[in-house]
Every structure is written in C-alpha cells, then in structure tokens.
C-alpha cells in the first residue's frame, strides 16, 4: 500500500467574521432567486457555461475521492428528440396509473403531466449518473465506490448552483425509471442516472408555484 501524500493547502482564503457573515448572506440572497421552471426559451447558451458548471459538480466532496459520477450532456436535437418520448413514455405510465394518489395529489401544486416539451426547447440536457461500481480498466474487475448516492447527490447540487450562478434556469427532472438513459447515451451498466438536469433560459415570462421553503427553525436544530 502506498503512503499518503499530503501537500499544503494554499488555496484556502482566510476571511473575516465580519466578511464572512456579508458574503454568507450574498450568498443566500443569490440561491433565493433559484427556482425550478418547467418552461424554457430555446435560446442558445454557450457550450462553456456548461463545462464550467460540470467541472464546479466535479469539485464536489466523494466517498475515498472515487468521483463516482458521470454527466452526459445532450444538445443534439435528434437525442433529445428520442428522450423526450422516451421520457413521456413513463411518465405517461406515472401519471396514468403507476403513481400512488397521495404521490400525485402532492404533486397537484405543481401543475405536472406527462407533457415534457421542454425536453427538446432547453438547450442543454444534463444526465446526471452514479457510478455504483467501477470497472478496472485493464482486468474488468468490480472495484468499489463509497457513499455512491450522496456523492453523486452532492455534485449534482454543486451543478444547480452552479448553473444558477451563471444565470441559467434549471429543472430537475426524474422520469422514473430512467435505464432509457444508459441507451441513449451509450453509458455502461455500472452507471445509474439519478436525475436530468434541463438548463436554459426561462420561457419569456414564466410562471412558478406559489410555493415557499421552511423557515430555519423547521428544518435546523442548534445544540
Ligand atoms: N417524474 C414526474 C413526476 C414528478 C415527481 C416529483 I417527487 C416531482 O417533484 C415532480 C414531478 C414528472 O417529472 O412529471
């Protein structure tokens, strides 16, 4: 086994309390604005918009540093074309049967359908994948990944704020189930996406939910 290596840390910046606090709350005030949209403008974004904002979810914390995540970016009309029927083929199963009532009554605030357009109006399409396992690649073998699910989670949330940093809209979308995704985007069997990222502008004047979040003492506790 080899030793560890260590190096110094020299990028970390040290701030003041006092700066610490105003940029914490600039900070807040940024993600405040982030909603989610279900309705997007087919206006071009740069491509390095998005690199950026994937190679920021790259920089996310992983179990053993293993980086078990994959994101397949989708712009080409064709695939999107195929997954969005793709998609709409389970959600048609979703909402015409397969989801319970109480899941679809919690959704009624939403105002969801099988209809996903956006699917091929965003620009870019962003499938996020966990990695469960890896493959060696001279012996095939399995090797393992740890805390797969969270940390593939985590960097899909550096991802959102990312694109929401940028300027984008974004949606999180999950047809369920989602293997679709491993044959469109030729991903192999060790991969399991998680979500579709769909990153744009909004649609002009685009409604949202009237729907807010918990206030800090509903959802933190202070020992
Ligand atoms: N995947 C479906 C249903 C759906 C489920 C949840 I939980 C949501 O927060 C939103 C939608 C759809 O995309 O319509």
New binding site residues.
Partial sequence: MDAAKFIEHADFIEREPDEMVERSAAFLELMKRRRTVREFSDRPVPRAVIENAILTAGRAPSGANKQPWHFAVISDATLKHRLREQAEEE?RA?YGGKASDD?LED?VP?G???H?PFLEIAPWLIAVFKQSYDLDPTTGEKTKNYYVPESAGLAAGFLIAALHNAGLATLT????PMGFLNRLCDRPKNEHAIMLVVAGYPAEKVMIPDIGKKPLEDFSSWH
Avoid at 173 to 176: A, F, G, I, L, V
């Fill in positions: 959600e979703f899941w959704l939403f969801t359908n099988e996903k979308h999950t047809p369920s």
